[in-house]
């Protein structure tokens, strides 16, 4: 088992910035990808950025440019860096860990506010 805590939600000003962190514990030796998702009121989950334990990243068009998905793996923290905010980025984002490649495991969702 893998478990997932977030911190670093809260709410900003368009234009403003905030750091996201999910820290992994259990069974994190054999997590390959970690990465957050969101999800936004009436709207499906989607995938915001990934990263692989190589550093590969990928991040939905929309963010590309102003987030920056990074990874600690000696802490087992990934971090998420949001610049330039705005109010379409408003949604829980949760953490996520893949490991086997298959199995997937879930922090409990963090809200990110962005006021107009």
């Known amino acids: 088992q893998v478990q997932l805590v977030e911190s670093g939600g809260g709410l900003v000003q368009a234009g403003g910035s905030l750091r996201l962190s999910c820290a992994a514990s259990g069974s994190t030796s054999s997590i390959t990808a970690m990465g957050w998702y969101r999800q936004a009121p009436g709207k499906q989950r989607e995938l915001v950025a990934r990263?692989?334990?190589?550093?590969?990243?990928n991040y939905v068009d929309s963010v590309k440019g102003r987030f920056t998905i990074s990874r600690d793996n000696a802490k087992n923290t990934v971090y998420l860096q949001m610049n330039t905010l705005k109010p379409e980025d408003t949604a829980v984002y949760y953490c996520?860990?893949?490991?086997?490649?298959?199995?997937?495991?879930w922090g409990q969702g963090t809200q990110v506010t962005v006021s107009s």
């Open positions: 990263i692989s334990s190589g550093g590969t990243t």
């Open positions: 996520n860990a893949v490991r086997a490649a298959i199995i997937q495991y």
